[in-house]
């Protein structure tokens, strides 16, 4: 069993497939607490589902594209035979998880199955998570399918961001990595035009759900 916050459709908001309808899958529970969360109400509650129960809401929502997220979906170990089976299935998986250290009983992104799309969400320091908690083993493991996201509160993410680019040897050179601001904290502009000042090779993201629902906290 699967301890599930909500699910419901929604325009999947981020990444490469950013415009993509999906179902959004949110599992409850969350070992950080990032400074700029926008999803606290995923930290408890929801419901006890079969990994049968929610391939079959999958189904009823008939979209192939699924936004498996939290909270943090690595910490049930379940969800590995929850991907397993929407693989199966026929769904495009994308895994939206922290990329940080997460303990023995938790699923590593090493364990991920192959297939699924690995969105790792890199902690800047304005989350409040520090770099020792960053999983650097993993996101060494990640491939061409997969992506890296900084999500920026202020100028001094960006530049702690923008210096690990630069300096390469973290990760695949090939990875497709994302910045984006946080939401009344960090003008889009300013991110896009220190972007294009220094030459970075890097996408420039906003979050489009909140774009196109502003002021909605919940069911998009």
């Known amino acids: 069993m699967l301890k599930v916050n909500e699910i419901y459709t929604a325009i999947s908001g981020e990444s490469r497939f950013m415009g993509w309808p999906c179902t959004l899958i949110r599992l409850t529970g969350c070992h950080i607490r990032c400074s700029w969360c926008d999803s606290e109400h995923s930290f ?3 419901q006890n589902l079969s990994v049968q129960d929610i391939v079959q809401k999958v189904r009823d929502n008939c979209f192939k594209t699924v936004l498996l997220t939290g909270g943090e979906p690595l910490l049930q170990h379940e969800v ?5 089976a929407l693989l199966a299935d026929g769904r495009r998986i994308l895994l939206e998880t922290s990329g940080t250290l997460m303990g023995s009983k938790a699923l590593s992104l090493a364990d991920v199955p192959q297939g699924v799309h ?9 989350s409040g998570i520090g770099s020792e908690k960053i999983d650097w083993q ?3 493991l990640l491939g061409q399918g997969d992506e890296i996201k900084v ?3 202020h100028r001094q993410d960006y530049e702690w961001a ?3 680019v630069l300096a390469g040897g973290r990760w695949d050179p090939q990875l497709r ?9 960090l003008s889009s502009r300013d991110l896009a035009e220190w972007i294009l000042k220094d030459g970075l ?16 906290e919940r069911g998009v």
């Open 80 to 84: 590995q035979q929850l991907m397993q």
């Open 162 to 164: 923008r210096d690990l």
């Open 177 to 185: 990595v994302s910045f984006s601001p946080v939401q009344d904290s």
């Open 201 to 216: 090779d890097v996408c420039f993201q906003i979050q489009l759900h909140k774009v196109i629902w502003p002021n909605v």
């Open 151 to 153: 999500v920026c509160a």
């Open 118 to 126: 690995r969105v790792v969400d890199l902690k800047a320091p304005g």
């Open 44 to 46: 408890t509650g929801g």
């Open 138 to 140: 993993g996101l060494a």
